[in-house]
């Protein structure tokens, strides 16, 4: 079992449609959760990062973490056609001087 | 500014072959990583710079793979005698500040597609 586990997708939904998409984990360790967006063919930006447990939210984006359950999740609200990417969560123990536990990346195609 | 550059993006090697990939990070960034990502996955962690000291090389998969960052600021990855399972897209990442810092953000460059025949 890997550490991060992540739905491949593909997930297709309509435009304006809320996404849901999420992670879990099994290293309790973990206290940094990020996630990555990936357009094809480019490295990955940061969305969103979240310091253990809580939510966090910026602009379309909302980022949850519920560390008792090892689970997290990031919605994107009043999706576009140019959110389609893989999104990829990513993990630590400790900040941003360690290197990254991935997911596998969820697949988002947003359907005008 | 300009963000992380790498070179090649692409690159073709018969298997048995040496290659070696270029990394610049952002000027001024302390801590320099290289992941692995292999198609359809996420990427995963080889090794971990702080300007030139290596302080992290346990997600290397061989002794085939080699790392440097001699003056801190640009990194190459080596692999010697390359495989097939060594296809995949090499990704290097910066970030501001060392260990002990409160900078998370890891800023990643395009990548390098080796495909390894």
């Known amino acids: 079992q890997k550490e991060v586990e992540q739905d491949p997708g593909p997930l297709s939904v309509p435009e304006g449609a809320i996404v849901s998409l999420n992670c879990t984990y099994s290293n309790s360790a973990f206290q940094y959760f990020m996630w990555y967006r990936q357009y094809s063919r480019k490295g990955p930006e940061l969305l969103m990062y979240?310091?253990?447990?809580g939510n966090k939210e910026d602009g379309r984006f909302t980022a949850q973490v519920d560390k008792s359950s090892k689970y997290i999740s990031l919605f994107i609200r009043d999706s576009q056609p140019s959110d389609s990417a893989t999104y990829l969560c990513a993990m630590s123990a400790g900040g941003g001087a360690d290197g990254l536990t991935f997911g596998k990346g969820t697949h988002l195609i947003i359907q005008p | 500014g300009a963000g992380v550059s790498q070179s090649p993006r692409y690159k073709v090697a018969k298997r048995g072959q040496d290659v070696a990939l270029r990394c610049d990070p952002i000027s001024g960034h302390v801590s320099l990583f290289w992941y692995q990502q292999a198609l359809g996955q996420g990427p995963e962690f080889l090794t971990y710079f702080q300007n030139e000291a290596q302080l992290d090389k346990s997600g290397l998969p061989s002794d085939r793979f080699f790392a440097e960052r001699p003056e801190g600021s640009v990194s190459t990855l080596k692999i010697q005698r390359t495989q097939q399972e060594d296809s995949a897209v090499y990704l290097c990442?910066?970030?501001?500040?060392?260990?002990?810092?409160?900078?998370?953000?890891?800023?990643f460059g395009p990548g390098t597609r080796l495909t390894v025949t």
């Open positions: 990442a910066s970030s501001l500040e060392g260990r002990g810092g409160f900078v998370y953000e890891q800023y």
């Open positions: 979240t310091y253990s447990s």
